[in-house]
């Protein structure tokens, strides 16, 4: 485990710290287009997120190959060679498209080529789960169709789904770590090494996504855009094949016990539906966009306001909780399917976090509730995740003591000041007792009135009384 948390730290530090400076190239060189009518924020935002985000993927890989642990993924095996193959494809052709904007079927055929170039280099499925039938062996032809077609829609839900700030990169975060979860146990569990890639890709996309929400979270101050969409789709998609196909679902129930042999035969159905799963809401509305826009006449691919997401706004959601509504509703989906492959004791912790995420959908369903940071942590976030109220305390002793700085400063001139004003104001009072009240309009005063009035500010109104400036300062 320590290798796999190795791992994702590297590929996280290096994203997030790849992100800033990938942020000021995009400003250079143009990769911010204008706002356009289905787009939810107000100003042009920089694009090409995905450069950052293909460092991680080279920078988690580089440090895996180091490890002993992952030895037998990078000698003996084209998983991470046919992985850079396709990812380095499908980055390229989002790069074109942040800049220059690619058409949708030049790039769907991008798509099917870098999935292509994958199958070529030997990730493809080679058998199948089907249940009441067992383990069933894949034609090449059959799993070559079937492994190009997974990967064409899981980078295809994945870039129909980021229309909101953070939400395609926290939705493949929680994918990727259910994906994790039901890897490692097959790997560490049951002891299959050919898990342990499908492990290692889903650890280090966990990573990327994490190096990136910081800077990704609404307000967003740079898109992953089409470049860092199609590649986290990519990798997603490689991981399920990896585990998928490449597993063989025989070595799980190998215990003599009826009972017991179907009990453990559990996890073999689990990758025919945890695909599904871990992308069931971008299924769900690539599903529904492809037909609503082919049931108007129009092309499967011409953008409109009309995803879940653009919904979920409509009926009166803010920003953030629309986003944080698609993350427990995705985490609940994913995480109930892998209980379905655990142990007695490990589904206690899979439940826990379920009855969390119920809660959480509870909360945000909620009128009143707000989702943020808490009061405590608000010291530590950049200024633009902090609560209003958090910063109003703070901004009033900066006044208060600004004010106080100003009002002794003005006292020290005063002191001079006011000892003959004191004194002039003393035999005003004695001469006002002698003749009637009366009040005359006051007097203009003179300039060298004026300057000193002016510099001796809070004396003003000692001067005042002799000079007959009160009635001029009431007014």
């Known amino acids: 485990m320590r290798e796999f948390l190795l791992t994702l730290c590297v590929t996280a530090a290096v994203t997030y710290l790849l992100t800033g400076p990938v942020r000021k190239f995009a400003i ?13 924020h107000r100003e042009p935002t920089p694009r090409l997120g995905g450069i ?42 989002g790069v074109l498209d942040d800049k220059w904007g690619v058409d949708a079927l030049v790039k769907l055929g991008g798509q099917m080529v870098a999935a292509g170039v994958m199958v070529y280099q030997g990730v493809t499925v080679f058998w199948l789960p089907v249940p009441g039938v067992g383990p069933v062996l894949m034609p090449p032809s059959w799993g070559t169709l079937l492994a190009v077609m997974l990967v064409v ?22 994918a990727g770590m259910a994906f994790f979860v039901y890897a490692y146990r097959l790997s560490y569990s049951y002891e299959l090494t050919d898990a342990v890639p499908a492990t ?18 609404h307000p967003a ?48 159905y689990i990758p025919l539906l945890l695909p599904l799963a871990t992308l069931a809401i971008p299924l769900a509305d690539l599903l529904i966009a492809v037909v609503r826009r082919t049931w108007a006449g129009k092309s499967p691919f011409a953008a409109d306001r009309q995803h879940l997401h653009h919904r979920l706004l409509e009926i009166g959601h803010s920003h953030s909780r629309a986003v944080m509504i698609m993350y427990f509703w995705g985490a609940l989906i994913a995480f109930a399917t892998v209980a379905f492959s655990v142990s007695r004791t490990e589904l206690y912790a899979v439940r826990i976090g379920m009855a969390l995420c ?22 530590f976030l950049p200024p633009r995740y902090r609560r209003p109220d958090a910063v109003e305390p703070v901004a009033a002793g900066v006044v208060a003591g600004a004010a106080a700085t100003a009002a002794e400063s003005a006292a020290a001139p005063a002191a001079t000041a006011g000892d003959t004003a004191n004194a002039a104001s003393a035999e005003g009072s004695a001469a006002a007792e002698a003749r009637p009240e009366r009040r005359d309009p006051a007097p203009a005063l003179s300039h060298a009135d004026e300057e000193l009035l002016r510099r001796i500010g809070t004396g003003a109104h000692a001067s005042g009384r002799h000079s007959g400036v009160s009635g001029q300062s009431g007014r």
Do not use: Y
């Not at 293909?54 to 030895?71: E, I, K, N």
């Not at 290692?200 to 979270?217: A, R, T």
């Not at 909360?363 to 940071?373: S, V």
């Open 200 to 217: 290692l890709f889903s650890v280090i996309l966990v990573g990327m996504c994490v190096g990136f929400l910081p800077h990704n979270l």
């Open 358 to 379: 119920v809660l959480g959908i509870i909360f945000l369903l909620m009128p009143r509730f707000k989702p943020h940071a808490p009061r405590i942590a608000q010291r």
């Open 28 to 40: 250079v060189a143009g990769a911010m287009p204008e706002i356009r009518e289905r787009d939810v």
């Open 221 to 268: 101050r740079i898109f992953m855009g089409d470049s860092g969409s199609m590649l986290i789709g990519l990798v997603l998609s490689v991981s399920m094949i990896s585990l998928t196909g490449g597993v063989d679902p025989s070595a799980l129930a190998n215990d003599t016990s009826q009972t017991a042999a179907t009990h453990a035969m559990v996890p073999v």
């Open 52 to 93: 950052a985000m293909f460092g991680g993927l080279c920078a988690g890989l580089t440090v895996a190959s180091r490890l002993p642990t992952f030895s037998g993924v990078f000698h003996g095996n084209s998983d991470v060679t046919a992985l850079l193959a396709g990812a380095g494809l499908m980055w390229i052709i």
């Open 153 to 174: 829609l899981s980078v295809n839900a994945v870039n129909f789904i980021d229309g909101l700030d953070g939400l395609a990169a926290g939705m493949v975060c929680i």
